[in-house]
């Protein structure tokens, strides 16, 4: 009997999302298309669908120390990539845990659904400065995210530079500023404060964009358990969710996912 080597193993921290577009739903989904194993540390449940977030329950921090544990203690973990955290005690539960494990860690500071539904209490903004975005190897904030968090609103392509500066304050290795909610070319400014990339992709046409934050993050997490540098896992996961965005599909009455499967083919026995 012969046994197949194990695939790099790579560990989400983030909410469940009921219509399976984002959070939880969307890493694994993410993970699986990218040849990865993806495990998970559930940390709220929300209802939601293609409207919005109809309600959301965080688990117990305990409940949340006790999962990690058990996946990182047994099979251990190549990467972690954290999403929605609720509240203030679960950011600081979290912050402790990936900084005391040896794996690189994607944070995305998860703040408001696309609906603009609140995923993250105000009381928590705190905790992320000082404690989640320090233990960060790349951070991901969207530009409302960079705005709650540092107070720089991003207008134009120019003040991408200046909201990187004001989160690498914060302590991260890496920060990624999506730029996806600006007009014209979807452009993403990555920097560790020393080298800049600009990742620039045209934008697509599609309304059907619920999840691309929580798979680009998913995404660059499997390129550093494959052992990739920052850079060349950012590039890779900007040109994966670039695929998802273009074949983003309809469901429910308002906005659909992105197409996490685009790159394996529709034809399965
Ligand atoms: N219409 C689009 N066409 C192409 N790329 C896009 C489009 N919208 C967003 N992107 C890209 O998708 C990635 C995620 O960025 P975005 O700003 O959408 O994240 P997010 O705000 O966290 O996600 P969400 O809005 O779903 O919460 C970035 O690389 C961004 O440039
Ligand atoms: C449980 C959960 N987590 C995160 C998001 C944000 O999604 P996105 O990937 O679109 O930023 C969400 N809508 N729901």
């Keep these: 009997m012969s046994t197949s080597a194990a695939p790099p193993r790579v560990l989400t921290v983030a909410g469940s999302d009921s ?55 047994d099979i251990g973990v190549q990467a972690v990539k954290t999403g929605m955290l609720a509240s203030a005690e679960l950011v600081e539960a979290v912050a402790e845990l990936i900084s005391g494990t040896d794996a690189p860690a994607v944070v995305d500071p998860v703040g408001v659904s696309k609906h603009g539904d609140p995923l993250l209490a105000a009381s928590a903004l705190d905790s992320v400065r000082t404690q989640l975005l320090p233990a960060a190897t790349v951070a991901t904030p969207n530009l409302d ?22 989160v690498l304050e914060f302590g991260p290795r890496w920060v990624l500023i999506k730029g996806g909610h600006l007009a014209g070319d979807a452009v993403d400014l990555l920097t560790d404060g020393t080298e800049e990339h600009v990742l620039r992709a045209p934008r697509h046409d599609n309304r059907h964009t619920h999840g691309t934050g929580c798979t680009l993050a998913s995404a660059i997490a499997c390129g550093l358990a494959r052992g990739r540098s920052v850079p060349e896992a950012v590039v890779a996961a900007k040109q994966y969710v670039t695929g998802a965005i273009a074949a983003g599909f309809a469901l429910g009455a308002g906005i659909g996912p992105v197409d996490h499967g685009w790159a394996l083919g529709r034809d399965v026995p």
Aim: negative net charge; proline residues 1%; charged residues 20%.
């Design 19 to 73: 219509g399976g577009g984002a959070g939880v739903q969307a890493d694994l989904k993410t993970m699986l298309a990218l040849g990865v194993h993806g495990m998970s540390v559930l940390t709220a449940v929300t209802a939601q669908n293609s409207l919005g977030v109809q309600g959301a329950w965080e688990l117990p921090v305990e409940a949340v120390r006790a999962q990690y544990r058990s996946v990182v203690d």
């Design 145 to 166: 995210e960079v705005a709650q968090l540092t107070g720089v609103r991003v207008q134009s392509e120019d003040d991408l530079r200046r909201a990187a500066a004001a």
